[in-house]
């Protein structure tokens, strides 16, 4: 628990990473109606797929130096000799930033999608959608960013979006199926499952490749 | 002895393109567009290939640290992304005349430009890094994570529906193919995965020259 709330702390006074990709999600949301005509119809028909796409950028932008701090003034390095559970901790790590910055964005996916749309319905479905493939960006720029940990977060975005467009085509999927009504569940399942996959196995991977860059 | 390998590969490939393109009958649905399988099919399952190689080098190297197997990933990378821009290009020029369009944003193809753009990827990831060694470990996670990839493009057809066919030889059905098209097929795969082969080898030793040139047993060799 000291962990987490450490973690939540310290997160929380870095205010520009946490407000930031949510101010960067909204004023996208915000900006969508002026760049098509104001027509309820042609707005609904491209706002989900603008969802997704800025869901993906703000995690993006979230996870830019998620580690570059600790790892300049040493903290990474005094943490992976100190602490034996490294990948739990990076998983912490994680869940809060998700705590942070998914959950809200989350939120206000739920609140755009009701404003456009006006379907409670669909945006009370699409809310955990949302949930679940801001968590799945979370691990996969958290990733990238261990990756490229001192070469910049661009280079970790570019090599690691590629794994992120699979959950996109099932977005896609889903919105159909939500507005349909038919098998969205399964689709939601599938997500969980792939988010259950990436939950276990990233921080792993990722405290791995950390002792790889201090090594 | 690969220089004979790669000729006779060569020589395969060429016989069975001529075989395939000109000695062959025509589709009965699809008319003379179907001849591009003679290399739309080698490109696409080599493309696959290559990248399964690369995730076994990788696990080969992260836990047993053989540093060949570094030097084969790095190796293979740009003949991977090579081939697959192969499997990509004439999978479009072969979409026109079959489906009425060149792109088509359906699984298999969607995935397949996923695992180009992986390979771009672990090529730039690898070229960013000075330390070698962190480079290799580096590139080696990123390959095992990507190969989650491969399976998707293997099953896309059969999760999604696709404009994509499914596959036309496995291992456990008969071949849906007239044999007349399979044996020239066969052939082709057999001729370039020697090329694909011969050209690693060729990539591997020139990655053996530039990481081990200070090393006496090198100057000894050249």
């Known amino acids: 628990m000291n962990v987490f709330y450490l973690e939540y702390l310290k997160l929380k006074k870095k205010t520009r990473h946490w407000i930031g990709p949510i101010i960067v999600f909204i004023l996208i949301m915000i900006a969508y109606p002026l760049t098509v005509e ?7 028909k491209g706002f989900y797929s603008l969802l997704w796409i800025s869901i993906l ?29 490294f990948p739990f901790l990076i998983a912490k790590k994680i869940f ?3 705590f942070m910055i998914g959950i809200p964005i989350s939120l206000f996916s739920f609140l755009f999608s009701l404003g456009i749309t006006k379907n409670l319905n669909i945006s009370l479905l699409v809310f955990p959608f ?16 261990a990756l490229s940990l001192n070469k910049g977060s661009v280079l970790g975005a570019i090599i690691t979006m590629p794994l992120a467009l699979p959950v996109l085509i099932v ?3 889903g919105v159909i199926a939500i507005q349909f009504g038919i098998n969205y569940l399964e689709l939601l399942l599938l997500l969980l499952g792939s988010l259950s996959i990436i939950i276990t196995s990233v921080p792993f991977i990722v405290s791995y490749i950390i002792k790889a860059h201090l090594e | 002895m690969y220089k004979y390998i790669f000729y006779f590969s060569l020589f395969i490939y060429i016989f069975s393109l001529v075989w395939g393109v000109l000695f062959t009958q025509e589709d009965f649905v699809q008319g003379n567009s179907f001849r591009i399988i003679y290399l739309h099919v080698p490109a696409s399952f080599l493309s696959q290939s ?9 696990v080969i190297y992260l836990i047993w640290r053989v540093k060949l197997s570094a030097y084969l990933i790095l190796a293979m990378a740009p003949i991977g992304a090579l081939v697959t821009f192969l499997a990509l290009f004439s999978g479009s020029v072969w979409g026109i005349p079959t489906w009425g369009t060149w792109w088509q944003w359906d699984a298999r193809i969607t995935s397949t430009l996923i695992l180009f753009i992986m390979y771009l990827g672990l090529i730039s990831l690898h070229n960013s890094f000075s330390n070698h060694e962190k480079a290799d470990k580096l590139l080696s996670w990123l390959v095992i994570v990507g190969f989650v990839n491969i399976p998707i493009i293997k099953k896309s057809v059969d999760w999604w529906s696709t404009l994509h066919q499914s596959a036309s030889i496995t291992l456990t059905d008969k071949p849906t193919i007239d044999p007349s098209m399979l044996y020239p097929l066969i052939g082709s795969i057999i001729g370039f995965f020697g090329i694909v082969i011969c050209l690693i080898i ?21």
């Open chain 1, 171 to 173: 977005l896609g999927k």
């Open chain 1, 96 to 98: 809060i930033y998700w």
């Open chain 1, 130 to 145: 949302a949930m679940i493939c801001s968590y799945i960006f979370l691990n996969l720029f958290v990733f990238g960013s």
């Open chain 2, 50 to 58: 290559i990248y399964a190689a690369m995730a076994i080098s990788s």
């Open chain 1, 57 to 85: 950028l703000s995690m993006m932008l979230a996870t830019e130096d998620i580690f570059l701090e600790d790892y300049n003034d040493g903290t990474l390095e005094q943490t992976i000799i100190s602490i034996s559970s």
């Open chain 2, 202 to 222: 060729i990539s591997s030793k020139v990655q053996i020259f530039k990481r081990e040139k200070t090393k006496s047993w090198i100057k000894d060799y050249v």
């Open chain 1, 38 to 44: 104001f027509l309820e119809k042609d707005l609904e």
